[in-house]
């Protein structure tokens, strides 16, 4: 009896590790990249970089995603998935601390393309690891993982400024911080790796499924709607700053305001999964969705007071947010299993982060070339449109592989 009791207690403490591993994990993939936004200007005044290029610090991490995703589910032939989030977890504290440290602008980009590198590990892993885990609570477990992001990416998003000037410890610092929650996260998954008794050969289905993922029309349409979706996000993230400046907002104001984008679409973020997760179709949350960050952006584009600047952010905000968590959402149910997830997972977000790293940099070179940020943001309201095309397409209850 007191043996089944301990063994309890065991199964307790690896639950609860695990749940505090998964978002401790979820902490660690946004601020890296929205902790630049903000600083994105003082670091292009401090090295002397032109707006498209400097805004490749947030576009490297997205091509290291599409560099790295499809290679992670075969990577659980060799190492576990906690030794793979390990890994991740370290390549990107060598990221932050390479591209930061280091007082070299070709390590302050080959540092941010190895934090992405890390990134990507974990952003492919966790929704395979939730769908194995935790297959009655995808949409609850899903919900806290996002919100966990978000959390943290309006932190790194709000405190950039504050840090760098308010602190007088430069864009440096600012950027060095977000090494902690990944320390943490290391020890976390080290515990859980010497407690998981299956080996990697577990996830070798996961490898079998990534050439058939490739002919897959729906993967194609997920890949599309999490590309588009994350193509306006980083470029919201890091090119928001800048338009409100342009509508007459002061720095610091401009660099809460994107935190404040993160924040308010946290309900969004926990909401959405399990609303998606409990219904056969999600194409009413697609259309409100989408419709939040259509009337955002031409809210933005009129930016006629502070006020309706405000209103604007928030819809952006929950429009962004949302699609997010939805996108995470269809990795998961639009596989059977967590080895079809995973592969999916893999698979969508290679051409879907090349996508999305295209955004910031074109977006930049949109706003030098007409010198103001009309047409970038007529463009974002159209990418908005396709998102929400592709949304509803994706809506209708099916399976990858049929």
């Not at 504050?162 to 911080?177: C, F, H, K, S």
Request: hydrophobic share 55%; proline share 4%; with cysteine.
């Amino acid at each position: 009896m007191k043996e089944k009791e301990l063994q309890t207690d065991v199964n307790r403490l690896y639950q609860a590790m695990l749940i505090i591993g998964i978002i401790v994990a979820a902490f660690n993939l946004r601020p890296a990249i929205t902790s630049v936004g903000p600083v994105m200007g003082i670091i292009r005044d401090d090295i002397g970089l032109s707006n498209w290029s400097v805004a490749f610090l947030t576009s490297l991490p997205l091509i290291a995603f599409a560099i790295m995703s499809p290679l992670v589910p075969r990577l659980g032939n060799y190492i576990s998935n906690e030794r793979n989030l390990i890994l991740g977890l370290s390549l990107l504290i060598a990221g932050i601390l390479v591209r930061s440290i280091i007082p070299e602008v070709s390590f302050l980009f080959i540092g941010t393309l190895f934090a992405g590198f890390g990134i990507a590990i974990c952003n492919v892993l966790l929704p395979g690891i939730i769908k194995e885990k935790f297959p009655l609570k995808v949409g609850l477990m899903t919900s806290i993982y996002s919100t966990a992001m978000g959390i943290f990416a309006s932190l790194a998003s709000g405190l950039s400024i504050p840090i760098a000037r308010g602190m007088n410890l430069g864009w440096q610092v600012a950027l060095q911080i977000w090494v902690i929650p990944a320390i943490a996260g290391i020890f976390i998954w080290i515990y859980l790796a010497g407690k998981n008794k299956k080996s990697a050969s577990t996830n070798s289905n996961a490898a079998s499924t990534s050439g058939r993922i490739w002919r897959s029309p729906l993967a194609w349409q997920i890949a599309s709607f999490l590309g588009l979706q994350s193509f306006l996000f980083y470029v919201t993230v890091s090119w928001l700053p800048e338009i409100l400046l342009a509508n007459g907002v002061d720095r610091a104001t401009a660099g809460w305001m994107l935190s404040f984008l993160l924040l308010v679409g946290l309900p969004a973020s926990f909401v959405v999964p399990m609303i998606a997760a409990k219904y056969s179709s999600q194409r009413h949350l697609v259309f409100i969705l989408g419709s939040f960050s259509i009337i955002g952006y031409v809210g933005l584009l009129i930016g006629a007071s502070h006020t309706l600047l405000v209103l604007c952010v928030t819809l952006v905000g929950l429009g962004l947010n949302g699609n997010f968590s939805l996108a995470l959402v269809f990795l998961a149910i639009r596989a059977r299993n967590a080895h079809e997830a995973a592969s999916l997972s893999g698979m969508a977000q290679s051409p879907g982060y090349v996508l999305a790293a295209i955004g910031p940099i074109f977006i930049g070179y949109l706003s030098d070339l007409t010198g103001n940020w009309n047409v970038p943001v007529v463009v974002l309201i159209i990418v908005s449109a396709l998102v929400m095309m592709f949304g509803v397409a994706i809506g209708k209850e099916r399976y990858v592989f049929g």
